[in-house]
């Protein structure tokens, strides 16, 4: 594959996808003091579809039923990840869930038989370097703690993210990327409003000004610049630089739980995260440089 060039703009502009995302950590952890996980999911997809509607119309409504069939799915495995990482959320730190969530790289080689893909030898070692970094981040390891029940949860999210990549990598192709994505998030949100109702009941916020922050923060950066940013650079820069750059969101929401809730890794925690960053920068790494874009485990679900 012909190598793209780089230039300051485009890298800036896929730089900020991984910082806009990894204070979205922060930004999910706000929100949840105002309500329920579910319904913190729905307001921010009900938030953000509204933003995007006025530039994704014109091209959703061009889309074929088959391409707004494929964008349905994808919210569906959207939505469950989103599920799993707002719920563990409630339960784990921003550390650990900006860490954990990064493991999705590691995964999608690891589902790519699912996807008629063979895992390299070296994507199925970086599977072992993560499984020990996340015994060390987690203390099971170090101190014979059990994960808990927080840490499972953000480790569901980075497993239905794997898939959400692969099936991504099936649909995408000669799709407006715009108008995909709104459908997904689209779907998202109503299946959230719908699963709020019924399992937390009538919607009850506390619209406290961190909850309100919170909310318009996720839907304005997370869903609407970082995405469109991201769709821009990545054509213009190789999928595999830019699935490296990608791989900076998770410390970022490290550093952002730090400054925001004073957030600490021990030094064996430190170490775990290390080798979780490692494990997903190897399995990023092992890909094919001459594979097409889609063979590569690019950042899709902008947590």
Sequence with gaps: MKTKATSLPVALALLVGPVIWGVGFVATKATLSGSGPLWANALRFLFA??????????????????????????GVFLLGAFSFQ???????????????????????PLFGPLFGRRPRPWQLAAVALAIVGLMLLTGVASSGERIGRGDW?????ALVSALHILLADRVAKDVDPIALN???????????????????????IRWLPSVVVGQLYLAV???GVAFTLQFWAQRRISPTAAAMVFLLEAPLGALAGYVAYGERLTLVQGFGALLMMGASYLAVAAGDENAPAEELPLRETGL
């Design 221 to 223: 950066f997370s869903s």
């Design 49 to 74: 579809i509204a933003l995007l509607f006025p530039v994704a119309a014109r091209a959703v409504s061009r889309l074929p039923k088959r391409h707004l069939i494929s964008g349905m799915w994808l």
């Design 182 to 204: 709104w459908v997904q998030l689209a779907t998202v949100a109503l299946l959230s409003v719908a699963a709020a109702r019924l399992l937390e009941g009538p919607m009850a």
């Design 153 to 157: 949860l953000i480790l569901g999210c």
């Design 86 to 108: 707002t719920a563990g959320m409630v339960q784990t730190t921003v550390a650990h869930a900006s860490f954990i969530t990064g493991l999705y790289a590691v995964f999608v």
